[in-house]
């Protein structure tokens, strides 16, 4: 089970973090991704990272301004989101792939989901 928390209202060129706290069992063996959907727009990809905590991924419009990591021991994966710009406005989800030890750069890919929380950025 996966639980997405820390959404809200920002302003352009400021930050939130979103957190995901998954539970069951084995959730560290599983790689974890955020992904998010706008208003009237397709589902997409923001970033992954492995059960490892390593080798993160990072969609192109994201890329130097977000930071995911992990937290093995409490099962958390965290999303920092830094210079937010308005088109980040979105319903984020958090999700797992159905495989251990996997972790996608699509959205498609991901089979448990969390149940998301929304980020409004203001201009």
């Known amino acids: 089970q996966l639980q997405a928390s820390g959404g809200g209202l920002a302003q352009a060129g400021g930050s939130l973090t979103l957190s995901c706290k998954a539970s069951g069992r084995g959730v560290s063996n599983y790689g974890v991704g955020w992904l998010r959907q706008a208003p009237g727009k397709e589902r997409e990809f923001v970033a992954a990272i492995k059960w490892s905590g390593e080798d993160p991924l990072y969609a192109d419009s994201v890329k130097d301004r977000f930071t995911i990591s992990r937290d093995n021991t409490n099962n958390i994966v965290f999303l920092r989101m830094n210079g937010l710009k308005p088109e980040d406005t979105a319903v984020y989800y958090c999700?797992?792939?159905?495989?251990?030890?996997?972790?996608?750069?699509?959205?498609?890919?991901?089979?448990?989901w969390g149940q998301g929380t929304l980020v409004t950025v203001s201009s």
């Open positions: 999700a797992a792939p159905q495989s251990t030890y996997t972790y996608f750069m699509s959205w498609h890919w991901y089979y448990y």
